[in-house]
């Protein structure tokens, strides 16, 4: 589905991770493939109402929180209402890249700790709200896969155009798997030199044995001409058929 250019370090540092949220200093190409990214998204509808769609990937630090983000970003600067949900109950990055509380959050909702309306945050950008991790729990798995799980998604679909889900990633834990009668399909997040193919296809074979469709790719990290990609505004596309 798309390309990116920006860099996630191994240690995680929510300051320099910050840099790379889309505003209106960052650079036409990285804009532009967002866009298209956008539009690849909206021309795979397969039904109407709202969308939700989850962004994985095979390990942590592939930058898959990074994407989640600024793809909700980009579909509310389009007018529609976007909702980002943080599923990464054990390591959630959500929270850190807006600079904001993770609770209370979807865990403590879940637990019936807080209302709905207590978790449901507007963010500084127009048409998009979030939902944090909340509390890290003991038992994520079970929490994803609840019933006051399945009955969020419904709710949240009723107030929303698009509902993207940052999940964990699915080589580590199997919460990513469990979410997959919630969503339409998720979009996989690959860093380059960061895994090898045979990891890849083992992780999308997880998704699809869950029954889980792929979308498509974003690549993220991609090797190309500094130069080329600033100046042709490079971008491209890889979609699952």
Request: with cysteine.
């Amino acid at each position: 589905m798309g390309f990116f250019k920006f860099k996630k370090n191994k240690k995680s540092n929510p300051i320099e991770e910050r840099k790379y949220i889309i505003n209106d200093d960052t650079p036409f190409a990285i804009t532009e493939a967002y866009k298209g990214l956008r539009t690849n998204v909206t021309f795979s509808r397969t039904s109407e109402g709202c969308r939700v769609i989850g962004l994985t990937s095979s390990f942590s630090s592939e930058g898959k929180s990074i994407n989640c983000l600024n793809l909700a970003i980009t579909f509310a600067k389009a007018d529609s209402k976007v909702l980002i949900i943080d599923c990464d109950l054990r390591r959630p990055n959500i929270s850190r890249l807006l600079d904001i509380k993770s609770s209370p959050g979807l865990s403590n909702f879940l637990v019936n700790l807080n209302k709905l309306s207590e978790v449901v945050r507007k963010t500084e950008y127009e048409g998009l709200d979030v939902i944090t991790s909340g509390d890290i729990p003991p038992n994520p798995s079970e929490l994803l896969s609840s019933a006051r799980m399945e009955d969020l998604i419904g709710e949240m679909s009723t107030r929303y155009d698009y509902i993207f889900i940052d999940t964990p990633p699915v080589n580590m834990v199997t919460d990513a798997a469990i979410l997959s009668k919630l969503l339409e399909g998720m979009i996989f997040v690959v860093r380059e030199k960061r895994v090898d193919k045979d990891e890849v296809i083992n992780a999308i074979s997880q998704l699809e044995f869950a029954g889980m469709k792929v979308l498509g790719f974003v690549f993220n990290d991609v090797s190309v001409d500094e130069k080329k990609y600033y100046r042709r505004h490079h971008y491209g596309y890889s979609r699952r058929k």
